[in-house]
């Protein structure tokens, strides 16, 4: 799912203490006129990414000044992925860069190209989640840059209390809370294909459970050995027909928008609303007063024990292996710099955080949503898994409007999981994948 859908934003000026960063003496390799080592740093041309960019800059300059960085931008989308590519191949990239985490990563042939990272002291902080998205076989490459997001429940509180209803850990508990909800006279769960992306929430937010029943599934996935018409990931779009089927939706299901399932959780017109957590931002901007009354919890598998939060990794920094001498040392220090508590303190001054950080180096600022705060315990008790774009490249384009068709009544679980079926078939042939 295209996270950049998601609204950020700006927070007031905070001030910013940042985190000193030693460098160790630096040769005339890769320095300027002023004696200083320069590195250039690339990032996209989008949202806050310039902001956040030139505001750690500046920040670094300060505590490390025999360094300086210059900031270059491209676009994103197809057209940065094709420049990224295109820069390693020529040897012409930037001496630190920002890209996606997870199989775009992959796609990059990181072993050739980058730079391994697995001796760099921040490599200890960051949570498995995260080193899974960042490394091959052979090395870890990438630091975070900006906080995780989460495919989950957004729930009203104040409807939870006034039923006494308590979070749900199974599938079953969700349907009896669901029951309760509906018979109160309240919408139980708010669906918005007007914005068709919106539906895929159900299928895409549960693939954290798939993985905690079947460890192996995005690898074998990915080789043609694994479908969405069996269990388990099947039971994301049986979960979505069984909503339907029980009447859980708001009538205007059909026609309602993001934003107005922004406004129906915020103000109790529904219970539940399956979405990603970078909602929250919208919560800020339109729903100030309500936040206290706004949370989230993970789409609930069968099993207690398999309901795992389902994580959409932040993007990373990464080093190409052009960069050497003077300028390595340097790049790694800025990259060092990115992921100390200084470092995220700026970030979470610019960028409204959609969740936990990816690192134990950094957290959360006290006066964040409870909805954040009420993910950081699936992080601390290891109870996060990967969304599948971070294992695997296959993703077929009809997703949102088949599951607007099963949340609709129009197609079946199973028949809608063995038409996407086909559809990632068609992509993972023109990826050239093999056993498809």
């Given amino acids: 799912m295209n996270s950049t859908r998601i609204r950020r934003v700006l927070l007031a000026g905070v001030g910013v203490a940042a985190l000193a960063v030693p460098l160790a003496a630096c040769g005339s390799s890769g320095g300027n006129a002023d004696g200083k080592v320069e590195i250039t740093f690339l990032t996209g041309n989008t949202g806050t990414n310039v902001e956040v ?36 191949s020529t040897g012409e990239m930037s001496d630190v860069f920002y890209y996606n985490s997870g199989s775009l990563f992959q796609a990059l042939n990181p072993d050739q190209n980058l730079v391994a990272l697995d001796d760099q002291p921040w490599v200890d ?98 080789a043609g050995e694994r479908k969405y018409v069996d269990e388990p990931a099947l039971q994301g779009f049986e979960n979505q027909q069984e909503g339907f089927d029980a009447g859980w939706w708001n009538e205007d299901y059909a026609s309602a928008v993001y934003d107005d399932g922004a406004r129906m959780v915020a103000t109790g017109e529904g219970a539940h609303y399956p979405i990603l957590t970078g909602i929250v931002s919208t919560f800020q901007q339109n729903y100030p007063d309500e936040l206290d009354n706004i ?111 099963v949340g609709s009544g129009i197609r079946s679980a199973k028949d809608g999981a063995a038409l996407y079926d086909e559809d990632v078939k068609k992509q993972a042939q023109q990826l050239g994948l093999d056993g498809w």
Wanted: aromatic share 8%; hydrophobic share 40%; net charge negative.
């Fill in 53 to 88: 960019a030139e505001a750690l800059i500046a920040a670094f300059e300060k505590e490390n000044p025999d360094i300086s960085v210059k900031l270059e931008t491209q676009p994103a989308g197809t057209e940065g992925d094709n420049l990224i590519k295109t820069k390693l």
């Fill in 125 to 222: 902080d960051l949570i498995d989640t995260m080193k899974d998205v960042v490394s091959t076989d052979k090395g870890i490459y990438g630091a975070p840059f900006g906080a995780t997001q989460a495919g989950a429940v957004v729930y009203n509180k104040k409807i939870y209390a006034d039923l006494g209803l308590q979070i749900p850990t199974t599938w079953d508990e969700f349907a009896a809370n669901n029951e309760k909800i509906k018979a109160a006279g309240i919408t139980p769960v708010i669906q918005t294909y007007g914005d068709t992306w919106t539906s895929q929430l159900f299928v895409l937010g549960d693939f954290g459970n798939v993985l905690a029943q079947d460890a192996d599934w995005a690898s074998d996935y990915t």
């Fill in 295 to 405: 949370g989230v919890f993970a789409l609930p598998a069968k099993k207690a024990e398999d309901t795992k939060l389902t994580v959409w990794l932040p993007n990373a920094v990464y080093i190409p292996r052009t960069t050497e001498g003077d300028k390595l040392e340097a790049a790694k220090t800025f990259v060092a710099f990115i992921n100390s508590p200084g470092g995220c303190e700026i970030q979470t001054t610019v960028m409204v955080p959609s969740g936990p950080f990816a690192t134990s180096a950094c957290a959360l600022p006290d006066d964040v949503p409870g909805l954040l705060t009420d993910m950081q315990p699936y992080f601390d008790e290891g109870n996060t898994n990967p969304a599948l774009e971070f294992l695997s490249p296959i993703k077929g384009p009809n997703l949102e409007n088949i599951t607007v068709e």
